[in-house]
């Protein structure tokens, strides 16, 4: 070689083809037919959790009767519901807790299920519940499978009687340990 050989000149970053790189996407994106396959497979997995994941009802029921007794000061009432719990599982259903929410033009309230022991002070004090007497729906109750349990729950809500009448709504919410808890709606 040479020792007075030119040496090559540097590039021109702007004269640089740029055809190979730019000249068509197909190089550059991945082939949409396995893309979606891959998103319907993908869609299929989460339909499929998302279907079998959701707690499946184990109990219906239904409210049989609401009886309202005004109090004394005239701006609240004591409420009896009467209901009904069908347990459609295969393992038993132990009520946790009741309550009831109220309503109506005035408001929205909820109170939790009296104690079944009071029950009896409640009906001495409001003659008026007192032909509507019936078993308890007390908490610790236990539903075997198959079967149904008719019980009551006493609440107390904050509304005159005629207020109450005149609800808008009544639903009664039985909570369970190990289940979804079950809504009864009037």
């Known amino acids: 070689m040479t020792e007075n050989a030119p040496k090559p000149a540097p590039p021109d970053a702007g004269h640089i083809p740029m055809s190979e790189e730019m000249d068509s996407a197909r190089w550059t994106l991945p082939a949409l037919v396995p893309l979606l396959i891959a998103a319907a497979a993908v869609a299929l997995i989460a339909g499929g959790y998302y279907w079998l994941g959701k707690p499946q009802p184990v109990s219906s029921g239904a409210i049989r009767e609401v009886v309202a007794a005004e109090q004394p000061d005239k701006a609240s009432v004591l409420v009896l519901v009467r209901l009904v719990v069908e347990n459609k599982g295969e393992k038993p259903f132990w ?26 002070r409640y009906f001495q004090a409001f003659p008026e519940l007192a032909p509507h007497r019936g078993p308890a729906l007390p908490a ?47």
């Open 95 to 120: 009520v946790r807790a009741a309550r009831v929410s109220l309503k109506t033009r005035q408001g929205e309230w909820t109170d939790e299920a009296a104690s079944a022991v009071d029950h009896d």
């Open 140 to 186: 610790e109750t236990r539903i075997p499978a198959g079967a149904n349990q008719e019980g009551m729950v006493i609440v107390s809500f904050p509304v005159t009687k005629q207020a109450f009448d005149q609800r808008q709504s009544l639903t009664v919410t039985v909570d369970a340990y190990d289940q979804p808890s079950l809504v009864l709606k009037q």
